[in-house]
């Protein structure tokens, strides 16, 4: 689908090296600073034999052209059509070049594939490297910092979703997992293939004025060696510390000029040299512009594939079989050391008040709303996705058992000793009956129902008649109308204010953990 407010895409399948599309893409190239990338292939399923990265069918490139155009076309290259080998070196260039920034959509996976697809063609050894590059979910995660002044969120983002949220559309994904090694692509895969990279262009483009409207391109940022841009080419040529690219304009210049005042004997002298710096400095293409090298220089990132990435992932099994085996016997240490050893913070002895208090683990939530409604003081995380320091930090501060299902956690016992107990048990009544064997607890049935299970409050010590319920509860909570008549008393939490009932979910509750505590036997 077509971007909103904009013009339709230009789009040009490249299906042969002999074609008017491919020399307008190789000239593009030269002139486009940002490349937005993205390729497709048709997935394995069902695989028995020795396993295979997938083939890449379809490589798309939408080039931004000019410093401050918004003109932009989109390629795609047909790897099924074109030879390989004939591309390999081009493409080579196109994603190590200094002069391009690339942007992809965890690209990385996109090209361990294109590598190898290019290495089963004899274009030994593929794609290694990509940079300078910008991941479209780092440049969300930019922006969302910015806006809220606090760290970006970790979870994963689809391109669908930053698309909605940074520019406003609805990025089809219909038609993703279409069988893209089937010739000749419809109007729609064409389309649809196209829209992928080009978005990439459109969500820096905001990214790109947001840097630029808040006068951060300028900030922190290594200047460039502007110094250097009145030098001549034989000071530029002394000078260790100028800009590779300086050094290239500068001797486009002074070739220039050379070649106007000699003979053609020498002008064919200076263009085998001319050539010959081309080669060493990739293909002849146009510098970035200040603002857009600052912005490289800041949030550039680069993609290194390692010789781990060039192996499928079935095919790494032998080699991690062992790690796997000297992880589970880990796995069943950290078993072993978590088994209690006491005494807990609350105990009388260490000065506690004997009243136990614990943290439950994202994990385990469950089984803190459980330990609530026994009457046993049970927290939760401060944070919805805690890192270790800080469950430790909390569970210090406040002098509690962390109570976790994560084995990991146990390893730093050392830092908090005797506030860490890992749960066995995988169901929240089995749970509860654990913690309350482990750690002795004495439940009794007027306990039951005696803190708040929303916030962990306790309540407070005289009930409200229902007059002051409706009071205590304006603007706050609504009190269903048939609980008038009916004399009930009413509790309120202390902390969050939340109002509980002696109604018929009360009293089930107070019979499912008489039950499950066996309080009757």
Not at 431 to 446: A, G, H, S, Y
Request: charged share 25%; glycine share 4%.
């Amino acid at each position: 689908m077509d971007l909103p407010s904009e013009k339709p895409l230009k789009i040009h399948l490249v299906n042969s090296t002999e074609s008017p599309e491919f020399t307008h893409l190789t000239q593009s190239l030269t002139r486009s600073s940002i490349i937005g990338l993205d390729a497709e292939w048709k997935p394995i399923r069902g695989q028995t034999h020795q396993p295979t990265f997938p083939t890449v069918s379809l490589l798309q490139l939408a080039c931004q052209l000019g410093h401050d155009s918004d003109e932009s076309e989109t390629f795609l290259l047909d790897l099924h059509s074109v030879p390989l080998p004939s591309i390999w070196e081009l493409l080579r260039e196109t994603f190590v070049s200094p002069d391009i920034l690339k942007l992809g959509f965890k690209f990385k996976q996109d090209l361990v594939y294109l590598s190898s697809t290019f290495c089963l063609q004899g274009c030994d050894p593929g794609f290694d490297k990509v940079e300078p590059y910008l991941d479209i979910t780092s440049i969300y995660y930019q922006m969302q910092h910015k806006q809220q002044g606090r760290k970006g969120p970790k979870e994963t983002k689809s391109l669908a979703t930053i698309c909605k949220e940074v520019l406003g559309i609805s990025l089809s994904k219909e038609l993703q997992c279409s069988d893209w090694s089937h010739r000749p692509l419809t109007e729609e895969q064409k389309t649809y293939a196209a829209t992928d990279a080009h978005c990439l262009l459109k969500i820096f483009s905001v990214f790109q004025d947001n840097i630029v409207k808040k006068g951060n391109s300028s900030n922190d940022m290594v200047e460039l060696h502007s110094s250097g841009v009145n030098l001549g080419l034989k000071e530029i040529l002394e000078k260790h510390d100028i800009d590779d690219k300086i050094i290239r304009i500068k001797y486009s210049e002074a070739s220039h000029i050379f070649q106007a005042t000699v003979s053609s004997e020498n002008c064919q002298r200076i263009a085998e040299v001319d050539v010959a710096v081309s080669r060493t400095s990739s293909r002849n293409t146009m510098p970035m512009n200040e603002s857009l090298l600052k912005i490289v220089r800041k949030y550039g990132e680069k993609i290194l594939l390692r010789e781990s990435d060039r192996k499928p992932k079935a095919a790494r099994k032998k080699a991690k079989k062992h790690s796997s085996l000297v992880a589970v016997t880990r796995e069943k240490q950290l078993d072993n050391t978590g088994d209690w050893q006491g005494p807990p913070p609350w105990d009388l002895s260490l000065g506690g008040d004997g009243c136990p208090k614990f943290l439950c683990d994202v994990m385990i939530e469950g089984l803190a709303k459980h330990l609530r409604c026994v009457g046993v003081d049970a927290a939760i995380p401060s944070s919805k996705k805690p890192e270790s320091r800080e469950l430790l930090d909390q569970a210090y501060r406040e002098q509690r058992v962390l109570l976790t299902r994560d084995a990991k956690l146990l390893r730093h016992q050392y830092l908090i000793k005797n506030q860490i107990y890992r749960v066995k048990n995988l169901l929240k009544n089995e749970q509860l009956l654990e913690v309350i064997e482990t750690f002795q607890l004495q439940i009794n049935e007027d306990q039951l129902m005696s803190r708040c299970t929303k916030c962990n409050g306790r309540f407070i010590q005289k009930p409200l008649t229902t007059e002051e319920a409706v009071e205590a509860a304006k603007g706050f909570q609504r009190i269903p109308d048939c609980l008038f008549n009916k004399n009930l008393e009413f509790w309120q939490c202390m902390e969050c204010n939340q109002l509980y009932w002696e109604g018929t979910q009360y009293h089930n509750a107070v019979q499912k953990f008489i039950d499950v505590c066996k309080l009757n036997e």
